[in-house]
């Protein structure tokens, strides 16, 4: 079974910078797709950044208006959000997803969150001075 575990998340300044981590486990093959969310009490999930990897290649796709990158360390099984320049309004619970089965390899992830089946914890990004 496929899990998820975020961390990373924290109490930062404005300007600041974090960089949270998702480790995943319970999968056989190095194809993923994966997607990074973040939601504040009384709104839906919001995505901001995703990848998927199949046949040694990766497509990442970032959200136009979001300020954050997605990575990978597949000797790791982790995945990356790099946050810089923090502001208050990123103030969040911050999670991490999957699809499972994963997308074929060339296929492009999305930012619908009911598209993903598997979701991490969550790991809260407080930002204030």
């Known amino acids: 079974q496929l899990q998820l575990v975020e961390s990373g998340g924290g109490l930062v300044q404005p300007g600041g910078s974090l960089r949270l981590s998702c480790v995943h486990s319970g999968v056989t093959s190095d194809s993923v797709t994966i997607g990074w969310f973040r939601q504040v009490p009384g709104k839906g999930r919001e995505g901001l950044s995703c990848?998927?990897?199949?046949?040694?290649?990766?497509n990442y796709v970032n959200s136009p208006s979001g300020r954050f990158t997605i990575s990978k360390d597949g000797a790791k099984n982790t995945v990356y959000l790099q946050m810089p320049s923090l502001e208050p309004e990123d103030t969040a619970t911050y999670y991490c997803a999957a699809m499972n089965p994963p997308l074929p390899p060339g296929r492009i992830c999305t930012f619908h969150p009911e598209k993903y089946n598997s979701w991490g914890q969550g790991t809260q990004v407080t930002v204030s001075s």
């Open positions: 990848l998927s990897s199949g046949d040694g290649t990766t």
